[in-house]
């Protein structure tokens, strides 16, 4: 099972950046919750948001309106829309899922900075 995340950068206050994580090495992804986390410099790393089997979507408060979550399993992809991005969006994104155990991606980092 391998998760591969891209789409990092770095992007003003106020920018976009659509993230996307590639997953292989695994049928029936559509059963399963896959999740966006982060981890900024010097903090512990946090849920960011996850969408579950049946396209039901979860975000962390200091996201929501400004974030989407989408999957499309028939190109085994996962996506975040991250608009309005702000300082305290920078971090290193990781893509995840549970399937007996934890896969992460390699993550990409996001900066946000003027």
């Known amino acids: 099972v391998q998760l591969q995340a891209s789409g990092g950068g770095l992007v003003q206050p106020g920018g976009s950046l659509r993230l996307s994580c590639a997953f292989s090495?695994?049928?029936?992804?559509?059963?399963?919750?896959i999740a966006w986390f982060r981890q900024a410099p010097g903090k512990e790393r946090e849920g960011v948001s996850c969408?579950?089997?049946?396209?039901?979507?979860y975000y962390t408060d200091s996201v929501k309106g400004r974030f989407t979550i989408s999957r499309d399993d028939a190109k085994n992809t996962l996506y975040l829309q991250m608009n309005n991005l702000k300082p305290e969006d920078t971090a290193v994104y990781y893509c995840h899922t549970f399937l007996g155990k934890d896969y992460w991606g390699q993550g990409t980092l996001v900066t946000v900075s003027s």
């Open positions: 090495g695994f049928t029936s992804w559509e059963f399963y919750t």
């Open positions: 969408v579950t089997s049946d396209n039901n979507t």
